[in-house]
């Protein structure tokens, strides 16, 4: 069984999602005691936003991240199931889950929000 965690001023017992023992937190000085109270609101929300990000935008598996790489090379819907080895139903099967997940309306958009969801990266030459 792992010791419990302790507070690094009094050496106190404390759970480990706290910093410090609610003793030692009322030490502190009030500016300090309401900027703490304070960040840890804005880390809760912050929290909470990039969970809510999280569960509108699931990830992409990579069978379906092949077929988006293959779209944003210009292939068609046959060209990908050959190379692929699937048939052109499944790959369209495959591209509708992932429209319906990421909330895309079209095969351009779909390739859009790969690109700003970090999936594809796009090299710009001049």
Do not use: F, N
């Not at 804005?42 to 990000?53: P, R």
């Not at 369209?92 to 997940?101: G, L």
């Amino acid at each position: 069984m792992t010791p419990p965690k302790r507070c690094p001023s009094c050496r106190h017992p404390i759970k480990r999602t706290q910093p410090w023992c609610e003793v030692c937190e009322r030490r502190l000085p009030a500016r300090l005691r309401e900027e703490v109270h304070q960040r840890r609101h804005a880390l809760q929300a912050a929290v909470a936003a990039a969970q809510g990000w999280l569960v509108q935008h699931p990830p992409a598996s990579e069978r379906e991240l092949q077929i988006i790489r293959l779209l944003v090379e210009g292939a068609d819907t046959m060209s990908v199931a050959e190379r692929l080895g699937m048939t052109a139903d499944q790959v369209r099967e495959q591209i509708r889950q992932v429209r319906r997940r990421w909330g895309c309306g079209s095969r351009a958009q779909l390739v859009a929000t790969a690109i700003r969801l970090g999936y594809i990266t796009v090299e710009v030459t001049v």
